[in-house]
């Protein structure tokens, strides 16, 4: 079903239960380690319902069925075909849908939603490959509806602090940026005997940054890219494949399928993006060597710097002697962004996972107001398509690499949105 812009945002609200938290009725696609995970949260929120459930493995879709009648819920509808996420998208009473299957099915599943004129909420990536990334985009301008793919960190509480510090000028003109996603996923990308899960077989077929949306998650709104900047070009540099086959020889001995095997995916991959203004972000991806979790997120400006390894920020004139670092701490506490200051008044017991709840809170209430997501198709086809283009640029011996400009130049006129308090 095809429904025009102007038609999907007259539409009005989700159903009315309350007059201030009308039911958003969501269809969940794909119930495994982190669908589960999501569905959990939203089943937390009084306002949402979830008629229909959709996962090709049956114990998954009965173990998250089963969370839904454990909350107090009707028993959902339950899909198990490979396509039937088409059949749950065109359902009248599903008001959106989130997505969290394997990379390669996110962008025909969030695509599959819009045309149906369902929100699409999809997890990391939205898209694996450049034409993915334009159809979401198409789609999107086509139907009128919105798409957010589900990035986590863009919500994480000091780094919406960091973003209310950058908007109040106290690192001045910002010039440059780092980010990593170091984080050891061999646990994810293989079973515990050694075989490649769906998501390990891309290790075998690409030489990219695989993940980067984590990465990238605050850096563009601490960048204003796509509404005032854009990512202009790409160069990555791969280093050696090792890890993977080290880690199997160690653990399995020589013969084992994964010790043997050839990767195709290098250790680390660090890419530097070179902005339509001039500036620069350093992309780490680092996924597949024994070391602890480290983001790394750094940004400097013509003032000073924010770095979040050392928690800590370096402010000219401010900061107690000069070229001495300054705790971040009350900082955060001066910069706390609303959203969290809210989410604590509201949810004081929401724990672990508060930064997914928000996400999801967020993206909740804009399906409810029929209103925008507060990360845009764009923002989800940019952090996305790092991976194609970063493979062309390492198979070009790292070559600088154009950027699709998604926004087809009107970056320049758009204005921020994201995270900015009434
Ligand atoms: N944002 C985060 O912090 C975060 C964390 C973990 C995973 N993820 C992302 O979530 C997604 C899922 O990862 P996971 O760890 O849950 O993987 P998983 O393998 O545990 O779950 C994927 C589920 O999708 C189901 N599935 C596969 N094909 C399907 C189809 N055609 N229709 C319906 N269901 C189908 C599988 O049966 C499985 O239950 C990935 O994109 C991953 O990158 C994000």
Known sequence: ????????????????????????????????????????LLLRMEQVAVPALCDIRKENLERAAGFVTASGRAIPELYSGEEDYLRLAARDDVDAVIIATPWEWH?????????????????????ITLEECWELVQVHEETGVPCMMLENWSFLRPNLAVLKMIRAGLFGEIVHCH??????????????EGN?????????????????????????????????DAFASLTSTA???????????????????????????????????RTALGNTIVINNDMQLPRPYDNRWMIQGTEGLYDEARNAVYLSGRSPKYEQWKPFKPYQAQYDHIWWRRLEENVPDIGQGATDYLELKLFVEAVAARGPTPLDVYDSVTMSAVIAVSEQSIAAG??????????????????????VEG
């Not at 980010?179 to 515990?192: E, G, I, K, R, T």
């Open 196 to 228: 490649p899960r769906w998501s390990g077989l891309h290790l075998a077929r690409r030489n990219a940054d695989q993940y980067p949306t984590h990465s990238l998650g605050p850096v563009l709104s601490w960048m204003n890219i796509n509404c005032g």
């Open 1 to 40: 079903m095809r429904i025009g812009r102007r038609k999907f945002l007259a539409a009005g609200a989700a159903t009315a239960a309350s007059a201030q938290q009308p039911v958003v009725r969501l269809g969940i696609v794909g119930a495994g380690g982190r669908g589960t995970g999501l569905l959990r």
């Open 398 to 419: 790292s070559a600088p690499m154009p950027f699709p400009d998604f926004t087809r130049g009107r970056w320049r006129a758009r204005k921020p949105t994201f995270a």
């Open 179 to 192: 980010c990593a996603h170091s984080h050891n996923c061999l646990y994810w990308y293989f079973d515990p």
């Open 107 to 127: 962008a025909r599943m969030a695509v599959a939603a819009m045309r149906a004129g369902k929100y699409a909420g999809v997890e990391v990536p939205a898209a």
């Open 239 to 273: 280093t050696r494949s090792l890890g993977i086959n080290h880690y199997f020889r160690k653990k399995f001995g020589p013969d084992h399928p994964s010790a043997k095997r050839r990767w195709k995916q290098a250790d680390i991959v660090t890419s530097v993006v």
